[in-house]
């Protein structure tokens, strides 16, 4: 197959051109002779790799802790058609047996494939994180942070697991991050109050990302640097979740200043309610109230998000100075590169999967490609 005629966005640049696409992966850019029935006329709309979401919860009115194929894939069916091409179902502090089962639904996704975006492995949101930086977890089940606790959350599906949010302050956390680290699992600070200095010490133990910036952890004072400072004081990774609601736009600019494009992932951190009517939902057992763009509990807080990709791309390409192909990279190479997949996904180039999505001006998608078939 061939697409043509199409704006590519690479890392740095975007080159009008075309992409030839066989067994699944992208095998020549620009080719100069083509010997295939199959020529897809790009339209003049913009080539990107497909986005990738290392935060989600939930969308089309399913959540994975449901903890079923049914609704992972039904998850995967609904963020699809937004540009996600890929993602790591996330999941809540709850009781062991549904987060449990929550994750043998993702393995059992990942070995059975999906009908829309692939599923490259689980998020543990919690439950080892801070009592005093709760967010939307249900404080009825967080844990004391040990490497057993961590065991028997997973059972024999450690491999499954991309990433951790956890709290490093909390006693017996320093511990578990630096097995984690050792198993080639993502340590990442997050619904935590840690000081700087406990922070540090984390980051020093293993974590090498923090969960969702600004946003339930203990932020920047001028006699206190927080969680916040740590992340601004060292190389670590952070997400944000760029809907206009849980980061301001001055705010996000200091972070990008901070950290550079390099260092920053846009996540979705959607809950079921994504792409559904305003209404009432549930996240990790908890009523969620859905209005005005926002999902939030009955006292107010924050409760993950209604947004897609697509949408946090179109936010800051019409709110900040950056260029489509920064933007992009964060959406992209970015969070494969955290997933430890930079050298097949997250760029359009010669060898890597064919994940890719077609969009106009406005970030509208129109096609989506995943292993080099349009869904």
């Given at each position: 197959m061939l697409i043509k005629n199409c704006k590519?966005?690479?890392?740095d640049e975007i080159e009008l051109g075309s992409v030839l696409i066989e067994n699944n992966k992208i095998t020549k850019i620009n080719p100069s002779k083509v010997n295939d029935d199959v020529v897809i006329d790009g339209g003049g709309l913009y080539l990107s790799p497909g986005f990738i979401d290392i935060h989600i919860h939930g969308a089309g009115g399913f959540d994975t802790?449901?903890?079923?194929?049914?609704a992972i894939n039904n998850i995967s069916k609904t963020i699809i058609t937004h540009g996600t091409t890929s993602f790591l179902p996330t999941t809540m502090t709850c009781s062991d047996t549904d987060i449990k089962k929550a994750v043998e639904a993702i393995t059992e996704a990942i070995n059975r494939g999906?009908?829309?975006?692939?599923?490259?492995?689980?998020?543990?949101?919690?439950?080892?994180?801070?009592?005093?930086?709760?967010?939307?977890?249900?404080?009825?089940?967080?844990?004391?942070?040990?490497?057993?606790?961590?065991k028997k959350l997973v059972g024999e599906n450690k491999n499954t697991i991309i990433s951790i949010t956890l709290a490093p302050e909390v006693p017996g956390a320093l511990e578990l991050i630096e097995y984690l680290n050792k198993e080639d699992i993502i340590a990442s600070i997050g619904h935590s109050k840690a000081t700087h200095e406990e922070a540090i010490k984390g980051i020093a133990s293993g974590v090498s990302h923090s969960t969702h910036l600004f946003n339930a952890?203990?932020?920047?004072?001028?006699?206190?640097a927080g969680v916040v400072g740590a992340i601004f004081n060292s190389d670590i990774t952070t997400e944000v979740i760029c809907d206009g609601i849980h980061i301001s736009y001055p705010s996000l600019k200091i972070a990008f200043n901070q950290k550079t494009t390099d260092k920053v992932i846009l996540i979705s951190d959607a809950m079921m309610a994504c792409g559904m009517p305003e209404?009432?939902?549930?996240?990790?057992?908890?009523?969620?109230?859905?209005?005005?763009?926002?999902a939030r509990l009955e006292n107010g807080a924050l409760a993950g998000s209604i947004l897609t990709l697509?949408?946090?791309?179109?936010?800051?390409?019409?709110?900040?100075?950056?260029?489509?192909?920064?933007?992009?990279?964060?959406?992209?190479?970015?969070?494969?590169?955290?997933?430890?997949?930079?050298?097949?996904?997250?760029?359009?180039?010669?060898?890597?999967?064919?994940?890719?999505?077609?969009?106009?001006?406005?970030?509208?998608?129109?096609?989506?490609?995943v292993g080099g078939r349009f869904l």
């Open positions: 590519i966005i690479y890392k802790m449901d903890g079923t194929y049914d999906t009908e829309g975006a692939k599923v490259l492995g689980a998020h543990l949101e919690g439950p080892f994180i801070s009592t005093e930086m709760i967010g939307a977890q249900n404080p009825k089940y967080i844990q004391a942070p040990s490497i057993d606790s961590f952890m203990s932020g920047f004072h001028h006699r206190e209404g009432t939902y549930s996240l990790g057992g908890q009523e969620v109230f859905v209005k005005d763009n926002a697509d949408k946090a791309v179109r936010n800051l390409h019409k709110n900040t100075h950056f260029e489509l192909p920064e933007i992009i990279k964060m959406a992209t190479y970015n969070p494969a590169k955290l997933c430890k997949l930079q050298h097949k996904k997250g760029l359009i180039k010669e060898g890597y999967d064919a994940d890719l999505i077609l969009f106009d001006e406005n970030i509208n998608v129109k096609k989506v490609m």
